[in-house]
């Protein structure tokens, strides 16, 4: 019997555009293809970016920069630079409950530069940071690179092909790097299947507009609860992020009841902002947000490595995604340099990523998991407006325990250092 044909024959009717050489060719313009790319760069390491997408613009992307990623980025030079952009600064949400207002946590008391999240669309975030790794001749950035292969040879990936509006294109390289997303192409091509967990709410995010005489936000954030649902409000520049949480399993519920219902919603878990709320005239001006967390069992295989969403999935439980994300490439750039500029990536050092960065996704989502269940799902199941749950209270009133939800917030279980060379 004939062997099968390998992963790489093309087929007939493809026209092949080109085969270029690289390092490494990451698949994925997030936050964890962006920035290990731009790591790679500036070690001098050649690095291709493939994004599927035309641009970098999409709805309701996470826009929280924590201190652990502006830590990084002071580290080579960059915090000062972002911080030209036009930003939000949130130190701590307000949410209130029946029984009045409450704090969980407050960044203001870490010992860091950057004692808050710095909230800055994630288009100008991604494209400030393309734009510094184009400043090194190594990097090359392709936008509208479907990518549909995995180039493979005795099981070890050694390459990807990708679908581009001229045609059919071959990158040759001892590493591919998956940063694309929780929809991932090359896990779903690698067949890597996520175990995941089935967190209590989805989320509608929608813009509300600024008005005049705006009531104060302490903390740049706020939530309400009431009626079964969550009132989550971010201030912005020039209009408030805002997004209603209410139980998974309801959203065909939510939409035939309407926006009318949203604004209801709104008004009456914080009537300071129904008048904002009148804004909301069309289903359109609404993004579902389906809630998901998953983790990978295993996070590569030779020639290939998961970061970021591809790996694991957060909840957007303390909005930790993108963070969780960048550490793993600064993980990765740490961990695979070496073996980046010889030429030859071994499976050892792939697997030293995940142990690296197993430990404090499980310990993050844990922490998630307990958050969903115990105080979110109870939120949601109860109609009436409900008071402070007595765990929040319990850990406020105890400063070891209280100090822990802002570190890990911010850090995670471990701070993350890159080491320059």
């Not at 652990?68 to 307000?94: F, R």
């Not at 940071?129 to 190594?138: G, K, S, W």
Request: glycine share 8%.
């Amino acid at each position: 019997m004939a062997a099968p044909p390998a992963a790489s024959t093309r087929s007939t009717d493809e026209e092949l555009r080109g085969v270029e050489e690289t390092s490494c060719c990451i698949v994925g313009g997030g936050p964890a293809g962006t920035m290990l790319s731009l790591l790679l760069a500036r070690r001098g390491i050649p690095v291709t970016l493939l994004e599927m997408h035309k641009d970098f613009d999409r709805e309701f992307r996470g826009d929280t920069i924590h201190p652990s990623t502006l830590e990084i980025l002071d580290q080579i030079g960059l915090a000062d630079k972002l911080h030209e952009i036009p930003h939000t600064k949130i130190s701590g949400p307000s949410i209130r409950f029946a029984d009045g207002l409450f704090r969980p946590f407050d960044l203001g008391r870490l010992k860091t530069r950057f004692p808050y999240i710095l909230l800055v669309p994630q288009v100008r975030f991604l494209e400030f940071i393309t734009h510094e790794a184009a400043r090194y001749p190594c990097f090359k950035l392709v936008m509208h690179a479907n990518v549909t292969q995995l180039l493979k040879d005795n099981g070890t990936v050694h390459g990807i092909r990708y679908l581009a509006p001229d045609g059919v294109h071959e990158i040759r390289s001892p590493l591919a790097v998956a940063a694309d997303g929780r929809f991932s192409t090359l896990r779903r091509l690698a067949g890597f299947e996520p175990v995941k967990t089935s967190p209590p709410m989805d989320v509608l995010w929608f813009r509300l507009p600024k008005l005049p005489g705006e009531p104060e936000i302490v903390g740049g954030a706020f939530g309400g609860i009431g009626g079964g649902r969550i009132f989550i409000l971010l201030e912005r520049n020039d209009y408030w992020q805002a997004g209603l949480v209410f139980p998974k399993g309801q959203y065909q519920q939510l939409h035939s009841a309407g926006v009318e219902s949203v604004r209801k919603s709104i008004a009456r878990i914080e009537p300071r902002f129904a008048p904002h709320a009148d804004s909301l005239t069309e289903w359109h001006q609404l993004t579902l947000l389906s809630v998901e967390s998953s983790r990978c069992p295993l996070w590569h295989r030779p020639g290939l490595l998961l970061i970021g969403d591809a790996a694991h999935v957060m909840s957007p439980v303390g909005g930790v995604g993108i963070n969780y994300a960048i550490q793993d490439a600064v993980v990765a750039a740490n961990v695979l340099s070496h073996g980046l500029e010889a030429g030859r990536v071994s499976d050892a050092d792939l697997a030293e990523v995940q142990r690296q960065r197993e430990w404090p996704t499980r310990v993050i989502q844990a922490a998630q998991s307990f958050l969903q269940r115990r105080i979110i799902a109870g939120a949601l199941n109860t109609p009436q407006a409900a008071n402070v749950p007595w765990q929040l209270r319990l850990f406020a009133k105890i400063p070891i325990v209280r100090d822990i939800p802002p570190r890990l917030i911010a850090f995670g279980p471990r701070r993350v250092r890159l080491k320059e060379v």
